[in-house]
């Protein structure tokens, strides 16, 4: 393919920012969660600004933001802003609101004319009615074909590497001339979002139309995992290992307590997958007395590396659901440990403002979970179980996601479903989340 002449405007916005920009690799951590001095705040690639900015900066006033890029000090007090996004993606909301979605996706994934056929395509197929059902109450003509075509080209830009590759600046300039439709659309469906809506929560609880329209565009980064977990999960379900725990599991899945046999399963499945590969940070300045800094330099703070630390797990490359039976959560109360003098973050509630008898509150590291009805929804806030991130910084739609994967591992059990390589010549690469991906791999029924 000829190489493009590059338009100036993306060459000063894209390409530059991304050949002087530079990311370590930093330390594993020791407890479950990233100090402060590393920072949310511009924590992305300055090269990807232009996805979500006119004028391929970040401009949050006019133009919103997300908490994903967040300094803690902005935040509000006591990470108030995290725990707004979380207002959406608390569990009572997945088993009340969410799941009929989710299982009628499930339906057309998983239907029989759709054995033998490579997975990811089928996926995609039907993805965007999940994605913006959940986020706006949208699905079929109700989804504008631009909006279709702005997530595939979104998802182009993430997957396919540089912005010199030809791919990348014509999918790169399709977002941002695609965009500005995009967002009108999203912003005229907010305040008739019902319930069944991450939209619906967001708002009544205090989030600006500008900023949801940004966490809503920033969702596409974020969930774009998803194809990516499904894709590993379901090859890994033939390994003689996990497939033992997974039957062991399905024998009784809602068993124990503070997490069942079927959380257990799919917390190892992510700890041993790493779907989202490490946690972005900003680097400061020395001597810069500012909360976040403009500096081109990310540090990352490897989720794989923490999930399979020997320091943290006995025999952390075993696949062993059982690992969570007795691990620390963020509803547990340990004052003092490791030798603290005091916590490192204070225990703070934050009660929803939308009707529901929800309150958010966070454990001694920062790690944030759901009290429905006087039940808590932990998360396990162990160092060693790091796909999520870490402390404060932790996914805030975590358990939408394992709630989400556990609806999958059910309907592949209803069905009996088996899943292996489909020995295709040339099987198509598709984007999921930040790699581009074979789509190799399909299922068949035992019921056939």
């Known amino acids: 393919m000829t190489a ?44 990807l600004w232009g996805l979500f900015y006119d004028g391929w900066r970040p401009a949050p006033e006019s133009e919103g933001t997300t908490v994903f890029v967040e300094d803690y000090a902005r935040r509000g007090p006591d990470n108030r802003r995290k725990r707004i996004f979380m207002t959406a993606t608390t569990p009572d909301l997945y088993d009340s609101r969410y799941r009929g979605k989710v299982l009628a996706f499930l339906d057309r994934l998983l239907a029989p004319a759709n054995g033998g ?17 959940l986020h706006v109450g949208a699905t079929g003509d109700a989804i504008p074909p631009d909006v279709r075509e702005f997530g595939a080209a979104f998802a182009a830009v993430l997957a396919l590497g540089p912005p010199k590759d ?63 977990a499904l894709h590993r999960f379901v090859a890994r379900l033939g390994e003689p290992p996990i497939a033992e725990a997974f039957r062991v599991t399905m024998a009784d899945p809602d068993s124990g307590a503070p997490f069942t046999a079927l959380d257990r399963f799919v917390m190892e499945l992510f700890r041993t997958v790493s779907p989202n590969p490490a946690t972005v940070s900003a680097l400061r300045r020395q001597g810069d007395a500012q909360t976040h800094t403009l500096s081109p330099a990310l540090i990352l703070t490897s989720h794989a590396a923490a999930s399979t630390d020997p320091r943290h797990w006995e025999r952390p490359s075993e696949f062993d659901p059982g690992r969570y039976d007795s691990t620390p959560t963020s509803a547990d109360a340990r004052s003092g440990v ?18 529901r008898d929800v309150v958010l509150v966070n454990g001694e590291f920062g790690a944030v979970h759901s009290v429905a ?28 996601t394992v709630e989400f994967m556990k609806d999958v591992l059910r309907r592949v059990w209803r069905d009996r479903l088996t899943f292996a390589d489909l020995g295709l010549a040339a099987p198509e690469r598709l984007p999921c989340g930040s790699a581009m991906v074979e789509d190799n791999v399909g299922f068949a029924s035992e019921h056939v």
């Open 373 to 400: 009805g006087g039940v808590a929804g932990p998360v396990c806030d162990s160092a060693g179980y790091a796909p999520f991130g870490f402390g404060y910084r932790r996914c805030p739609a975590e358990l939408l």
């Open 117 to 133: 056929r490579p997975l990811l395509r089928e996926y995609f197929a039907h993805y965007d009615d999940l994605f913006w059902d």
């Open 338 to 355: 490791a030798g603290l003098a005091r916590c490192p973050f204070e225990p703070a509630s934050f009660a929803v403002r939308d009707g």
């Open 166 to 228: 030809p791919l990348v600046y014509r999918n790169y300039l399709r977002v941002r001339e695609l965009r500005p439709a995009v967002r009108r659309w999203i912003d005229a469906r907010l305040d008739a979002a019902d319930d069944s809506t991450f939209a619906y929560y967001w708002l009544r609880n205090g989030l600006r139309h500008e900023d949801i329209v940004m966490e809503c565009l920033h969702d596409l980064l974020a969930m774009g995992q998803w194809s990516f």
């Open 4 to 47: 493009p002449a590059f338009d100036l405007a993306y060459v000063a916005g894209v390409i530059r920012p991304f050949e002087r920009s530079v990311r370590y690799v930093g330390e594993t951590p020791m407890l479950p969660m990233i100090d402060l001095a590393l920072s949310k705040e511009q924590a992305i690639g300055p090269h």
